[in-house]
């Protein structure tokens, strides 16, 4: 599952949310996007870190009491469409604020 939540919440935050600024592994920080954090709201962060702490569960051990199930098919498709579309509204927004 590790690839798994990389695909949805860190992708989501290196290449959406934070513009490209910051990716890991990379040595410089590409501060001409910066500005484009303006348009962050609290429930990009909700979003985000919601699917980030329902991914990371499948990575680590768990305790036995704790079982974690998998996700079913039907949620993964929910999840990506949340993101898909949290990712077109705030794109929108980075777009709008350009524009500005």
């Known amino acids: 599952m590790s690839r798994t939540r990389t695909l949805f919440a860190g992708n989501a935050v290196e290449e959406v949310l934070l513009r490209d600024i910051v990716q890991r592994y990379r040595r410089n920080i590409r501060a001409t996007n910066i500005r484009q954090l303006n348009v962050l709201k609290p429930q990009d ?45 705030f794109n929108r927004r980075v777009e709008e604020f350009n524009k500005s």
């Open 45 to 89: 962060w909700q979003i985000l870190e919601g699917l980030w702490d329902k991914y990371s569960k499948y990575e680590h051990d768990q305790t036995k009491e704790s079982k974690v199930s998998l996700p079913t098919p039907a949620n993964i498709e929910e999840d990506i469409k949340l993101l898909n579309e949290w990712q077109g509204d």
